[in-house]
């Protein structure tokens, strides 16, 4: 819903946007661009979220069982985007490759390349003015004062002052606390981890357990049996890194159909001497045993759960209108996956959708929660949006699908993905040829996820067309970008000599 001629003026307000990943910026940007005040409060020493690489770990806590974890970024050196960098960019800053040191033009490139370019998109819209590094919310809640006509937010944080992020070292803090016309919470749901429920014995078990959000490289398991807990990305990407110096790894698959995939055939047959593949654990026995499902066991130094992560706002007190359940899977209620209905529009969400095409989506989401702030979109009335809600989770019910895939999107309905974007944003719908591509990298990964990113990629003839297009632009942003240095560098001489 759009507002018309007529409408009254459109509102600025200032809001403050909690954390500073990808869902964060693209939050930062289209608040800007609908003329909104906006502080962006990141409790890192960067911006980045996730892809701000991070050596360190939960070490106190392997299994991070504290909330909130101390590390946010659950990213391992290893890692490399399973998503194409072509379909990968913000509407209006693509992900161009880019030289430089430390730069990686791959269509699946490293994990630093991504954080590189988070970077240079705040730098092309100055959007570092608004961002708070090194500030952590501590609480988020309505003002005293709020009434349902006019909400406002009072939010308490903290800022480490000095410049060292070593927590070994004394720091000093300061809190404040001030007053906002809206919250966009954008924390994401890739640090708090998930453990399962199921595995007897875990609590005795004496030998190393750790989550995947405190793996980082495979050399402190030099030479041990390793058991692999999920065979979901990370799983998989953790248990062929481990192959290389590890004795033994061992999946353990939740289930059949997860681990029954050409990928995983694949992965077997090229590291049959290490790995091997087990049903679900069952019990973790004190003498070092880990028995499966199907009765038989090994003995393993070490189990990695990468097992997921569940929501978790800790700092966020609405009073019990918005609430986490099923078991750290559901946020809500939330409209679309984004507005709690009872304190709409003034507190929202963005990123809580899953498995989702980023940045584009989180810029749609973005952009509505802008505009509704603004006044230029209207939000249905409370009760529309609460039956819309459970609308939503009756059908996913109906379909025979468990509740914790209530924020997946496209993993179960691609187009609702891009019929989001068309009714609720004026972004422009993502190309067909990058939705195409997206689809058949994840067709490519499928089949082989050891090499679908180094393999020549056998793209059709639109992604073709499309990447030509593509390039072109690339090639002229380069040019655009040298000629740019070449006249600083001229203004440097000048002014030497
Ligand atoms: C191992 C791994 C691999 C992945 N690979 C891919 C991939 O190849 N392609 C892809 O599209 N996606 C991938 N993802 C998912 C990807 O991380 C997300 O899509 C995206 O980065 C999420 O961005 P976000 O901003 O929502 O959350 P995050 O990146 O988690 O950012 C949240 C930010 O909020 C900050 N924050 C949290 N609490 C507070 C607080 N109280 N105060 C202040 N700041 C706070 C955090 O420090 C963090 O910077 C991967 C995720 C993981 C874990």
Known sequence: MAAGDGEPALQSKSVCVVGGGVAGLAAARELRREGHAVTVMEQSADVGGQWLYDPRTDGEDPLGAAAPVRVPSSIYACLRLISPREAMGFSDFQFFPRDGPGRDPCRFPVHGELHCYLRDFCDAFGLMDAVRLHTRVLRVALTPTSTTANRRWTVRSVRRLGTTDDDDVAHEEEEEEEVFDAVVVATGHYSQPMLPGDIEG???????????????????????????????????????????????????ASSEATAATPAMS?????????????????????????????????????????????????????????????????????????????????????????????????????????????????????????????????????????????????????????????????LPPLEEWKKELVMSSIASMLADVETFRDRAYDDSEIVRKGLRGWLDLAAKAQAKSMAVAVDVEADVQAMAN
Request: net charge neutral.
């Open 202 to 252: 875990m609590g005795e078990w004496t030998r190393r357990q750790l989550h995947s959000h405190s793996y980082r490289t495979p050399e402190p398991f030099r030479g041990e049996a390793v058991v692999v807990v999920g065979c979901a990305e990370s799983g998989k990407d953790i248990a062929l890194d481990l192959c290389r110096v590890a004795r033994e790894v061992h999946l353990a």
């Open 266 to 426: 694949r992965m077997l047959a090229n590291h049959g001497d290490v790995l091997r593949l087990h049903p679900r654990i069952r019990r973790l026995h004190a003498d070092g045993r880990v028995e499966f499902a199907d009765g038989s066991s090994v003995v393993a130094d070490t189990v990695i759960y990468c097992t997921g992560y569940t929501y978790s706002f800790p700092f966020l007190d609405t009073g019990g209108a918005v609430t986490i359940d099923s078991g750290g899977h559901v946020v809500g209620p939330l409209f679309e996956h984004v507005f709690p209905p009872s304190l709409a529009p003034s507190l929202s969400f963005v990123g809580v959708a899953r498995k989702v095409l980023i940045p584009w989506f989180f810029e749609v989401q973005a952009r509505w929660v802008a505009q509704v702030l603004s006044g230029r979109r209207a939000l249905p009335a409370e009760e529309e949006m609460l039956r819309s809600v459970e609308e939503h989770l009756r059908a996913r019910e109906a379909a025979g699908m468990a509740r914790k895939h209530t924020h997946n999107i496209a993993g179960i309905e691609p187009e609702k993905m891009y019929e989001f974007g068309e009714r609720y944003s004026d």
